[in-house]
């Protein structure tokens, strides 16, 4: 059972920078990515990367603000966020899909971490 460990969240002031990491143990995924959801909001696709080859996509928002990447040999992955706003405030989750494919959607995601808060203050 692939189990999935985020840290790295907390509070950040507006144009400031914080890095999330995920460590996933328990298994193997071929796509893993982050997701965020703010109070009374659905979640929201942030990133993904395939696993081997490390192709990346990033929703519309992040507009060169995000970047999602990837430690093979320690099995974790990263979101450094910069230029972070208001608006970022949110949940992140790590999530982790096994089988082939490069989704955004949540549902294809078959495991998710608990989640790390991200303030950021005006």
């Known amino acids: 059972q692939v189990q999935l460990a985020e840290s790295g969240g907390g509070l950040v002031q507006a144009g400031g920078s914080l890095r999330l990491s995920c460590a996933r143990s328990g298994g193997t995924a071929n796509t893993m990515g982050w997701f965020r959801q703010a109070p009374g909001k659905k979640r929201e696709f942030v990133a993904r990367i395939a696993w081997n080859s490390g ?16 430690d093979i040999a320690k099995s974790t992955l990263y979101l450094q966020m910069n230029s972070l706003t ?37």
């Open 55 to 70: 192709l990346t996509a990033y929703g519309d928002f992040v507009k060169g603000r995000f970047t999602i990447s990837r």
């Open 86 to 122: 208001p608006e970022d405030t949110a949940a992140y989750y790590c999530a982790a899909r096994r089988g082939a494919g490069f989704f955004t959607a949540a549902a294809n995601y078959d495991y998710w971490g608990q989640g790390t808060q991200v303030t950021v203050s005006s």
